[in-house]
């Protein structure tokens, strides 16, 4: 696949795909030189990215297969990062390109006027933005390939899929996807951490480490006027082992009694048994501002209680320092 030709026949989107599970430090830094390349990136946690390069092309004097390589190149020998990198006219052709490129890495372009060709061929879950029950929709009704799917009428694709579902898709299909790539950056994160002055082996005490973390990161996110999406809990072990998890919480949320449940999930989910542990991190990840977050009427009593005990905890905490009130389990441990 090739970008030659005129300007305005150039593809100049880029889709980035960093490996899984890629910790969110080096993807910050990945999304660092994608600025390198372009102002315009919109960044796809937890690992992807979307990079406008119209306006770079000028400035680096290349074509953007070329800027392609660079940024391989400069994430393999900076980070050790490998990456698959789609280019496309447009967010639907970038994105299904770099899913084509074999792990760990590469790089994909395709021309505008190789678009209809390229598609095509492709089975219809390749397409970006079809998922595993669309895909299973269309097959059942004999539409195996994108270049079929372009085919058929949008009505019969809406009855199939339901109306913006079925029009969305047709149009991907057949290479028309308008959207742009809009700025955006790695949603602030929250963190706070814990450092055992031993090894610690009691799981009474690990927990309630955790627990005195869950109150300090409540009580840090509330003071910024934030909630978390999700949670991220690390484990460092002696000898330098680690073990990291990240869970999305069912509602965006800074009370205690919300990110305990989930933090303790996370904990349950590492099985610990004998590990040494030397320290834990719980870090509050996709943040959003508290006045983003749907009040919802409860009527778990307890719950509201919970809150509102939370609140005036909180104000003694302001007047008279964090650490002079907390969950018990936290002070015996103190003690």
């Known amino acids: 696949m090739t970008t030659d030709g005129p300007a305005r ?3 100049t989107v880029m889709h980035v795909r960093c490996p899984d599970r890629l910790g969110e430090e080096t993807y910050r830094r990945v999304l660092e030189e994608l600025s390198e390349l372009s102002p315009v990136v919109q960044a796809l946690p937890p690992s992807a990215a979307l990079v406008e390069l119209k306006g770079a092309l000028r400035y680096h004097g290349t074509d953007t297969r070329r800027l392609g390589e660079v940024l391989r190149v400069r994430t393999l020998s900076r980070l050790g990062v490998d990456v698959r990198v789609g280019i496309g006219p447009s967010i639907t052709v970038a994105a299904t390109a770099s899913a084509q490129v074999p792990a760990p890495g590469g ?3 395709v021309g505008p006027d190789e678009v209809t060709d390229w598609l095509g061929p492709l089975p219809v879950d390749a397409l970006h933005g079809i998922g595993p029950r669309q895909a299973e929709a269309l097959r059942a009704y004999g539409i195996h390939n994108v270049g079929l799917l372009a085919t058929v009428p949008p009505a019969t694709v809406q009855r199939l899929l339901g109306g913006r579902a079925g029009r969305t898709a047709t149009d ?4 028309v996807d308008p959207r742009p790539v809009v700025p955006r950056a790695l949603p602030p994160t929250a963190s706070v951490r814990h450092t055992f002055p031993r ?3 009691d799981g009474a005490t690990v927990r309630a480490a955790l627990l005195d973390l869950v109150v300090q990161l409540g009580l840090l996110l509330r003071r910024r006027d934030q909630a978390a999406r999700a949670l991220t809990l690390k484990l ?3 000898g330098g082992g680690g073990w990291e998890r990240t869970r999305r919480l069912p509602e965006a949320s800074a009370h205690d ?3 305990r449940a989930m933090a303790y999930q996370l904990m349950d989910a590492a099985g610990l048994q004998r590990g040494r542990l030397t320290g834990l991190t719980l870090k ?3 943040l959003v501002g508290a006045d983003q977050v749907a009040q919802q009427i409860s009527l778990d009593e307890a719950r509201e209680a919970r809150l509102v005990a939370e609140d005036a905890v909180d104000r003694v905490r302001d007047k008279f320092g964090p650490g002079v009130i907390g969950p018990a389990a936290v002070f015996r441990r103190a003690s």
């Open 9 to 11: 026949r150039i593809s």
């Open 107 to 109: 790089v994909l372009a």
């Open 172 to 175: 991907r299909a057949r290479g």
């Open 199 to 201: 090894h610690a082996l």
């Open 236 to 238: 460092s072990f002696a």
């Open 257 to 259: 009694d919300d990110l």
């Open 284 to 286: 509050g990840t996709d």
